[in-house]
Every structure is written in structure tokens, then in C-alpha cells.
């Protein structure tokens, strides 16, 4: 058997560009996490197509044109309280509950996420 990477077992590109489309349209509603994010979300969004697509094991389409992710270090001029990294997390999980995804790949990623969310953290809760 071939074995798979995650980015071809949720579904590739597809699932990755509408999955960041549902989550930031979330992202630009949310109480707490819009005031963080620029107005126009367009390229944050295909940042993140770009990011999550090599995240997952596909072409790393992020480094190939911003470097070296560092993605603690791109959120640290950002408040990120735990309570902003659990919004975005319920946010995640609401996107992927729209799209459809399920199953032990959409488990797998949404475990990974919840890793590197929490590494993201930078900022007491009370700051917010
Ligand atoms: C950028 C917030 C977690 C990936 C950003 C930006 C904000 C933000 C405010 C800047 C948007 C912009 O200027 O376009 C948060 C918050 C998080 C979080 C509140 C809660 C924990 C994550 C996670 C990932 C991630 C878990 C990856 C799995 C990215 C990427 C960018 C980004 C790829 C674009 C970086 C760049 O400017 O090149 N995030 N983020 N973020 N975030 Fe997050």
C-alpha cells in the first residue's frame, strides 16, 4: 500500500482552501480575536492556505516564499492570551464541522493545531 500524507488524506488543496475560507470568515466576526487582525483578511488568508498546506506534508508552498515559518516568533507583536488561542481553536473546529471533514486525518490535524496553538500563547489572560 502507498502510504499517504495528511494533506492528501483530508482532502488536498480543496479542503485546505475551504476550510481557511469558513475559518476566517469566523475570524472576522469573532469578538476577540477580530480587534488582533487586520481588516482585510484576503492575504492572511493565503498565508494560512500556504502555511497549512506544508503543515500537513504538501509542497511547501509558505517557506517557498516567506522563509522559515518561526511561527512563534511571527505571532509574538500580537496578544495571544489562552483564551484567544482557545476562540481560535472553536473556530477551527466550527470550520471543519461546515466543510465536512471528518475521520482519524481530520483528527490528526486538528490535534497537531491544537499543539502549535497552544505554543502561540504570549500573553496572560487579563491582558485581554
Ligand atoms: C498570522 C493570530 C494561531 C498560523 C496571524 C496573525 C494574527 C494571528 C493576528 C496576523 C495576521 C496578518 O497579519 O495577516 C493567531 C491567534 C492564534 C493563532 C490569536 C491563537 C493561538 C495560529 C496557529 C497557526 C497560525 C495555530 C498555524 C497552525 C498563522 C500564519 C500566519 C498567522 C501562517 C501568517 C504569518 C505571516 O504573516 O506570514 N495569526 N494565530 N496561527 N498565523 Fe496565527
Keep these: 500500500m502507498i ?3 495528511p494533506y492528501e488524506a483530508i482532502g488536498g488543496e480543496e479542503t485546505i ?3 481557511v475560507n469558513a475559518f476566517y ?3 472576522a466576526k469573532d469578538p476577540l480575536l477580530r480587534p488582533i487582525f487586520p481588516e482585510d483578511l484576503t492575504l492572511t488568508t493565503q ?3 500556504m502555511f497549512l498546506t506544508q503543515f500537513l506534508g504538501g509542497e511547501p508552498l509558505y517557506s517557498n516564499v516567506y522563509g522559515h515559518p518561526m511561527m512563534r516568533a511571527r505571532h509574538m507583536r500580537f496578544q495571544i492570551t489562552p483564551k484567544r488561542a482557545e476562540r481560535w481553536l472553536a473556530l477551527m473546529k466550527e470550520a ?3 466543510i465536512g471533514m ?3 486525518a481530520r483528527e490528526y490535524m486538528y ?3 491544537i499543539q502549535v496553538a497552544h505554543h502561540m ?3 496572560p489572560d487579563d491582558e485581554t
Design 3 to 5: 502510504s499517504q500524507t
Design 17 to 19: 482552501r475551504k476550510l
Design 25 to 27: 470568515l469566523r475570524v
Design 47 to 49: 498565508k494560512q492556505f
Design 96 to 98: 471543519m464541522d461546515e
Design 102 to 104: 471528518e475521520g482519524p
Design 111 to 113: 490535534q497537531r493545531l
Design 121 to 123: 500563547v504570549n500573553s
